[in-house]
């Protein structure tokens, strides 16, 4: 056993030397001072397995997919697609530069688009495009146009996404300037909703407000002549005496307007129904909406 002395000679020796052995010219660093090789990251270009919840919002279908990207005002964030479904979009636009681009297979693009705001058997026609929400507008960015109709649609607090994907559809083909629904009571902007409107969504401008009757006001002082659609409408669509600039106001099917918002409308108008023995009374509010917006579009506006 050896002395204190001696016990602390030899500690002091076995230190030196585990010293020395760590500057000896040639040796790397103490294993645990050693740091294992960072490895690059590759965004894949082709898998079988997306991610199962993209981050952001998910747009299926080519046309909606396609009007996304040719929206100056829509981020892109990652494209997923067949290879059959990435040649039918590239037929329809062109790929932004940059655009990363994830090859997969069909049962993986259905998995990636079902949760609360798209059914699992929702069609994607072989693309998702993952994509931020589009900025917000205001009623102001919408004056009347000068050289020909203008109309403007509005939702009082309708809530179904096919419904309002309808709706914004007939909206693009009609030539209306914008949709207007409240911030609340409404579909968000989904993959849906976005396929029902076939492109739509990227194409009219959709104006979230506060308070509709305060923004029939705003319209009103604006030039805009306010037509509620009520089945109990005074004059039917056609009779009208249309001026230049119009607002279509149509409300949540059962209920219809509220009694605020028929109170800021000019007058209520309704369309004309083929009597079916009480049976049908009514049409889809998307449907009325089409019809509504053919006939507040034809023909040159009474000024």
Not at 84 to 91: H, K, V, W
Not at 217 to 246: F, K
Request: proline share 8%.
């Amino acid at each position: 056993m050896l002395a204190p002395k001696a016990r602390y000679a030899y500690s002091e020796a076995m230190a030196q030397q585990k010293k020395s052995r760590r500057k000896t010219p040639g040796r790397g660093p103490a294993p645990e001072a050693r740091k294992a090789p960072e490895k690059r990251r590759t965004a894949p270009t082709e898998t079988n397995r997306p991610n199962k919840r993209a981050p952001g919002l998910l747009l299926f279908g080519k046309h909606a997919v396609a009007a996304a990207l040719l929206n100056p005002k829509r981020q892109a964030k990652r494209l997923y697609a067949t290879k059959n479904g990435l040649d039918a979009l590239t037929s329809l636009c062109a790929l932004p530069t940059g655009l990363p681009v994830e090859i997969t297979d069909m049962d993986s693009l259905k998995s990636l688009v079902s949760g609360p705001n798209a059914t699992g058997d929702s069609p994607t026609q072989g693309v998702v495009l993952e994509v931020l929400p589009l900025p917000g507008y205001s009623a102001l960015d919408f004056p009347p146009k000068t050289a020909e109709r203008s109309v403007i649609v509005v939702l009082d607090q309708v809530e179904d996404p096919h419904n309002v994907g309808a709706i914004l559809r007939s909206a693009a083909v009609f030539g209306a300037q914008c949709l207007i629904t409240q911030d609340r009571h409404v579909p968000p902007e989904s993959g849906v909703l976005a396929k029902s409107a076939s492109g739509a969504l990227d194409v009219v401008p959709w104006v979230r407000v506060t308070n509709i009757a305060a923004t029939l006001d705003e319209l009103a002082q604006m030039g805009y002549w306010r037509v509620g659609l009520a089945g109990e409408g005074e004059a039917t669509l056609e009779a009208i005496d249309l001026g230049p600039a119009l607002v279509l106001v149509l409300g949540a099917e059962g209920r219809g307007l509220r009694p605020l918002v028929r109170k800021h409308c000019d007058m209520l108008a309704k369309i004309p129904l083929t009597a079916t023995g009480g049976l049908i009374d009514s049409l889809n509010v998307s449907n009325a909406a089409a019809v509504a917006l053919y006939a507040l579009t034809q023909g040159k506006p009474k000024r």
